[in-house]
Nanobody, 118 residues
């Protein structure tokens, strides 16, 4: 089992910045890709960004150039630096981890609210 604990959500005005963090514990040695997803009210959960252990990254088009995902493997922690925030970024942000194991397992954090006011 892998446990994920997020921190760093909150309220910010449009144009502002927030930094999310997520720490993996438990069988964290089995974690491969880590990432962030978000879910706005009445919407489906959507992909935001992901990072491999070797720091290869992938972003949703909607956040490219504004968000930066990074990872500290020694601390089993993934970060999401969010700049130039827009009201449409308002959502619950969920940390996600996928394992090296076969079959692959997937884990989710409890979510952290990000609210961007106009």
């Amino acid at each position: 089992q892998v446990q994920l604990e997020e921190a760093g959500g909150g309220w910010v005005q449009a144009g502002g910045s927030l930094r999310l963090s997520c720490v993996a514990s438990g069988n964290s040695f089995s974690v491969n890709v880590m990432g962030w997803y978000r879910q706005a009210p009445g919407e489906q959960r959507e992909f935001v960004a992901q990072v491999t252990p070797g720091s290869s990254t992938n972003y949703a088009d909607s956040v490219k150039g504004r968000f930066t995902i990074s990872r500290d493997n020694a601390l089993n922690t993934v970060y999401l630096q969010m700049n130039s925030l827009k009201p449409e970024d308002t959502a619950v942000y969920y940390c996600n981890a996928k394992t090296f194991t076969r079959p692959q397992r997937e884990y989710w954090g409890q979510g952290t609210q990000v609210t961007v006011s106009s």
